[in-house]
């Protein structure tokens, strides 16, 4: 078995309508329930606005601590799920039924 | 000069047709891209030294996956011996044990999987087609690179690149479920279309190197035709290669020119790659499940039919354009329609059909290429002449500029 990070990348920018975010959790729930039934489910969850982030970097004896996020970009890290499956196949099967249930884009990395 | 013996013959012949199966069968057993393609290297090499003078054997792709599993064998009891870590050396010795203890058994054809793994749509485009052509059709980095015309270290990495993925990301090797199939054989046809149409299209680079490319989507295409003969789609590509392939003896000129369809020499088509296009175009036909390669090849088997380019049943190749664009609706298939309909229903009709093309395939030289010839037809020589340019400008294929330049000399001088 291999343990897979499906990442959810979000837009920078508003966060959609209540409602909208309502409707997205309950279906992120009901996945996360399929894949604990299925025995593939390690961890998920979302996180809180990059803008609450904050960034370490070792200089000489030091630690460096700045605001974050690390790096400006179109899109951030909104959350992610870690799946244990046998093979990438399972592992898109499931990054796929994320995709769908968080409308939003996901990347597949294998662990070491 | 001497001529090659049989043995040598019989080296080169083996190596097309078994290299792909025998990585294929190395690789389910070993789990590695890179040992497996060494191994039957290896195995080729022996062959090369020892056919000629032994003879050549009576089961020669038998012979090249025992001598390569042998070779894999060895190479990993060698590596064994010189592992610090024990647990390593034990993992490596296990392997080797249980290579051997397959070594008698009839000879299985993993090659299915192995292209369904090359062409997963998991790599990048340009890995596909250099991984497929590298592990199923045997051709070497430096061919590839000649074909694609890239530098041949970039080739390499491309593919220890994709391997280094398939190990890590853990990229089955399988045939996938009838769930996927679809999807997923789509991808795979894909790259070997695509591996057709950069030996067929280009004239730069290696004349030679191209033809191969042609032969090796062709033989792909018979080997994915034969292992999965309830898919219409599959048999619907290799009747399109055949139908189209069969007029390349006619297609280049003396000075490697283009020659347009109806300029050609048809009596140099090939008759035997037509007659078994046609035979696989009739039986899909009678499945009634059609799609875009099917469709495809009926409209090539409509051209290839016709004795002289005057007797083409243009009526049929609208109709069969219009099928393809509801299965397939892009702009390039709109335009090799609106030539259809230029044909079937005169210059000014094609022009019509192609005038919402304009804005979607400004930078496609052939939209202006087609434009050029329908307005040199309907006397606007003007905009003939400024089409041809601006097809000039964006081709930088070297058969198909002469083709241009040709067709913008005949215009009357203004």
Redesign the interface.
């Known amino acids: 078995m291999t343990q897979y990070l499906l990442s959810v990348y979000q837009p920078d920018g508003p966060i959609p309508e209540p409602e909208v975010l309502a409707a997205i959790g309950e279906d992120l729930g009901r996945l996360n329930d399929e894949m604990r039934a299925a025995g593939a489910w390690v961890f998920s969850n979302g996180l809180l606005p990059p803008s609450s982030s904050t960034v370490l970097r070792p200089d000489g004896d030091d630690v460096l601590v700045t605001d974050g996020p690390f790096a400006e970009g179109k899109e951030h890290l909104g959350g992610f799920t870690i799946v244990d499956v046998p093979d990438l196949d399972a592992a898109l099967a499931w990054g796929k039924r994320l995709a769908v249930a968080a409308t939003l884009p996901i990347e597949v990395r294998p662990f070491a | 000069m001497t001529l090659p013996t049989d043995g040598t013959e019989a080296v080169a012949a083996a190596f097309r047709t078994e290299f792909g199966r025998a990585v294929s069968v190395l690789y389910r057993s070993l789990g590695d891209l890179d040992r497996a393609e060494d191994a039957v290297q290896e195995a080729f090499a022996v062959a090369v030294a020892r056919w000629p003078v032994d003879g050549v054997p009576a089961a020669p792709a038998g012979w090249i996956i025992t001598t390569a599993r042998r070779r894999a064998i060895d190479r990993l009891r060698r590596e064994a011996v010189g592992r610090e870590r024990e647990a390593e050396a034990t993992e490596l010795l296990a392997l080797a044990t249980s290579l051997e203890s397959t070594d008698t058994g009839p000879v299985s054809d993993d090659r299915l999987r192995l292209i369904f793994t090359c062409c ?1 749509p ?1 790599l990048g485009p340009e890995a596909r087609v250099a991984l497929t052509l590298r592990l199923l059709g045997g051709l070497s980095t430096a061919e590839i690179a000649r074909a694609f015309l890239v530098p041949e270290a970039t080739l390499a990495q491309r593919i220890s690149r994709a391997k280094a993925k398939i190990r ?5 090797y399988r045939v ?1 479920s009838a769930a ?1 199939l679809p999807g997923r054989l789509a991808s795979v046809l894909a790259v070997v279309y695509l591996i057709f149409n950069e030996g067929y299209s280009a004239s730069a680079g290696d004349r030679l190197v191209r033809e191969e490319l042609c032969a090796e989507a062709i033989r792909l295409a018979r080997l994915l035709a034969g292992l999965l003969p309830e898919e219409p789609e599959v048999a619907g590509l290799l009747a399109l290669l055949l139908l189209v392939d069969a007029r390349r003896p006619a297609r280049l000129s003396g000075d490697d020119a283009m020659i347009a369809l109806p300029d050609q020499n048809r009596a140099l088509w090939d008759a035997a790659l037509i007659a078994e296009g046609h035979a696989i175009v009739r039986r899909c036909l009678v499945l009634g499940r059609p799609g875009p390669y099917q469709l495809q090849a009926a409209i090539q088997a409509v051209h290839d039919e016709a004795a002289r380019a005057s007797d083409t049943d243009w009526r049929q190749i609208v109709t069969l354009y219009d099928q393809l664009l509801r299965v397939q609706p892009s702009p390039v298939v709109a335009l090799n329609r609106a030539v259809a309909v230029a044909e079937a229903a005169g210059a000014s009709a094609g022009l019509t059909a192609a005038e919402p093309l304009r804005e979607p395939l400004a930078d496609f030289y052939l939209l202006h290429g087609v434009r050029a010839g329908l307005l040199a037809r309907v006397g606007r020589d003007v905009e003939a002449a400024e089409e041809y340019d601006a097809a000039l400008r964006l081709c930088g294929n070297a058969s198909e500029r002469a083709f241009l330049e040709r067709r913008r000399g005949l215009l009357p001088e203004g």
């Open positions: 997963h998991a890590q990301a853990r990229i089955p996938p996927d």
